[in-house]
């Protein structure tokens, strides 16, 4: 089955800084990764996605890239906010089986 | 996106008694639904998909008669936690639609 990795579990950037989260899937199958932003006590969000057939997404200052052939994609969050504090989530989906990584605790400082 | 509602959003309960948890798809019509379990500080875990009209299929180690989903309509799923036990208290969040729109989630703590 899937296996997701997600690095770091924990991030701390100043304001105004850029934030990138890595993950890494092992299912050459998998088609769809989206991301995931889930506050304290709330429900996951999805922020962004990216398919198989894209190499790249872009959605203000959230971009997600997709490199098939190493299998690992990215979140990349430009000009960070305190109210980007969260934890994210990547995800790996093939036929409707989805997986998820461990999370990242970003914490934006201002 | 698909909005999504669960019942209750919180529930404490004795040892030993049974919690219904229902996932509500308000706008879409889900034949599959999901439902994962959060543990404090830990990733979302697929525990099984909800499938309309037919058996869920349940992920390795999950019981599937401790925790029954009934996926009556299709908007509906119901998830039933049989005979709870304090390790069974968690998050328990459901979601609809291959983006997975999540529910509100459902926090269960038992005494």
């Known amino acids: 089955g899937e296996n997701v990795e997600q690095h770091p579990s924990t991030l701390s950037v100043q304001e105004g800084d850029s934030a990138v989260i890595k993950c890494t899937y092992s299912d050459s199958a998998s088609n769809y990764f989206p991301w995931y932003k889930q506050e304290l006590g709330k429900r996951p969000q999805l922020i962004i996605d990216?398919?198989?057939?894209?190499g790249e997404k872009k959605d203000q200052r959230i971009a997600v890239t997709l490199n098939k052939t190493a299998k690992h994609f990215s979140l990349h969050i430009t000009e960070t906010q305190p109210e980007d504090s969260a934890v994210y989530f990547c995800?790996?989906?093939?036929?409707?089986?989805?997986?998820f990584g461990a999370g990242t605790r970003l914490t934006v400082k201002p | 996106g698909a909005v999504v509602s669960q019942h209750p959003s919180w529930v404490i309960c004795k040892s030993g008694t049974s919690v219904k948890i229902e996932c509500r798809s308000l706008?879409?019509?889900?034949?599959?639904m999901f439902w994962y379990r959060q543990f404090p500080k830990q990733s979302l875990m697929l525990m099984a998909t909800?499938?309309?009209?037919?058996?869920?299929?349940?992920e390795q180690g999950v019981e599937k008669d401790k925790f029954l989903i009934n996926h009556a309509s299709l908007t509906l799923s119901t998830l039933t936690v049989t005979s709870a036990h304090p390790e069974d208290s968690s998050f328990y969040i459901c979601s609809v639609g291959e983006t997975q729109y999540f529910g509100p989630g459902t926090r269960l703590l038992v005494l």
């Open positions: 995800a790996a989906e093939n036929n409707n089986d989805m997986r």
């Open positions: 909800s499938n309309e009209g037919s058996k869920a299929t349940y």
């Open positions: 706008d879409f019509q889900a034949t599959t």
């Open positions: 990216i398919r198989s057939n894209v």
